[in-house]
């Protein structure tokens, strides 16, 4: 513990220093790479994988059941439906959900029959209906909109809050980069996108600017007259900006991310509890990616947006002349 403490007083006061912003080129070749690969993930595997509110679909409802095994309702489906593939999740204890493309009026009587006497239970205890694309769309519509509405009031809230605008376009840029990265891991995981998929993703977007904003106000503070001293440059005022806060976003996000993760690992795969899936591991992703993002892309794509301006660069020329 004391030497957590000591590294955390060493970034703090300069003694430790980690080259965020001197190594920007390699941070930004390496989020690149990374925005390629995630866009070309989903393009390679044939899309997203929509899930039946996207898609449309039919949906049954069992209750009442002993046997929670997925794999009863899959092979229900795939007898009853000539071969339909079925996408059977445990949403509550005793109660099934099984998703399949739609199926005409006489292959849901069926199946519907078949569910009851598989999971042996009381044909009342087993309900269908048919969803319809058009829901999906229209989440798919208004959640859109939110993120292009949301990203508007971030821009406009940073550039007024820090009275800059290229604080406000480096954030920006890192949300973009955030939603690229997560989107791209979430489709080779091959979860569906759900309405609670959209959720984790507009919800990481807020943890997102949460750091974003903690580490730029330092950075703000450190910059505050750096054209008065003559201790460090722009750059290295930037850097340990980032460094005093390092020790703060790594516990905001281990707490962040624990709970998560207990949601994802724990809850989902060992028991069973599958509706948390697309929700958790888009919080896991989006959490540690916002995290690293704001280290490593935003606070130096603020560094290089401000580095031609006049008053960095007569600064520069000052410390240079003072260490020549």
Known sequence: MNKLAEWGNQLYTGKRSYPFTQKHRLWFLIAGILMIAAILVPVAKGGFNLGIDFRGGSEFMVSGVQNTQVSVGEDVVKNAADGAEATVTNIAPGTMRVQTDRLSDDQTISVAGELAQAYEVEASEVTS????????????????????????????????????????????????????????????????????AI????????????????????????????????????QQQVNLAV??????????????????????????????????????????????????????VQAPLYYQLRHGDEDVQKHNKKMEALDA
């Open 243 to 296: 460094n005093q806060t390092l020790v703060r976003s790594i516990n905001t996000s281990v707490v962040a991310v624990l709970p998560v993760a207990s949601i994802l690992f724990i809850g989902s795969y060992l028991l069973g509890a599958g509706t948390l899936k697309d929700l958790s591991l888009a919080l896991f992703v989006g959490i540690i990616v916002s995290a690293l993002s704001t280290l490593f």
């Open 129 to 196: 209906n048919f969803i319809g694309p058009t829901w999906g769309q229209d989440v798919s519509r208004q959640a859109l909109l939110g993120l292009l509405v949301f990203i508007v009031l971030v821009g406009l809230l940073m550039a007024a809050y820090f009275r800059t605008w290229k604080m406000s376009a480096a954030a920006i840029i890192g949300l973009l980069v955030v939603i690229i990265i997560t989107a791209g891991i979430y489709s080779l995981s091959g979860f569906e996108i759900t309405p609670s």
């Open 199 to 234: 959720i984790g993703f507009l919800t990481i977007l807020s943890y997102c600017l949460y750091d974003t904003v903690v580490v730029f106000d330092k950075v703000r503070e450190n910059t505050k007259n750096f054209d008065q001293q003559t201790k460090r440059t722009f």
